[in-house]
């Protein structure tokens, strides 16, 4: 059984900088694509960034590009988040699957068909 395994989080004021790690654990867990997710008070989830078993795909929301960072050492993910933002603030979600396509940019709905989640570790930053 694929599991995953958060570190990293914590409190930091605007314009700090954290880093999130993943690891993915299991049987065949380096084939596996792997992403960030986050949900704030009253929000639904949402994808922040992800990236496939290769780490030749990478993609982003919107609202990241330029501040965060994710890479891959080939069974941890990691997401460098620099410039943070009071509204960055949220539980961030680790989740992997072996279908890219699926977890990049995926939806609430599409979210409900990922095959791993970890915990979550609290982000929050201050004004």
């Known amino acids: 059984q694929v599991q995953v395994a958060e570190s990293g989080g914590g409190h930091v004021q605007a314009g700090d900088s954290l880093m999130l790690s993943c690891a993915v654990s299991?049987?065949?867990?380096?084939?596996?694509?792997m992403g960030w997710f986050r949900q704030a008070p009253g929000k639904e989830r949402e994808f922040v960034a992800g990236?496939?078993?290769?780490?030749?795909e990478i993609d982003y929301t919107e609202s990241v590009k330029g501040r965060f960072t994710i890479s891959r050492a080939k069974d941890t993910s990691y997401l460098q988040m620099n410039s943070l933002k009071p509204e960055d603030t949220a539980v961030y979600y680790c989740?992997?699957?072996?279908?890219?396509?699926?977890?990049?940019?995926?939806?609430?709905?599409?979210?409900?068909?990922?095959?791993?989640w970890g915990q979550g570790t609290l982000v929050n930053v201050s004004s």
């Open positions: 990236v496939n078993w290769s780490a030749d």
């Open positions: 299991g049987y065949g867990a380096s084939g596996y694509a």
């Open positions: 989740a992997a699957d072996l279908r890219y396509a699926l977890l990049a940019l995926a939806t609430p709905a599409q979210q409900e068909y990922l095959e791993v």
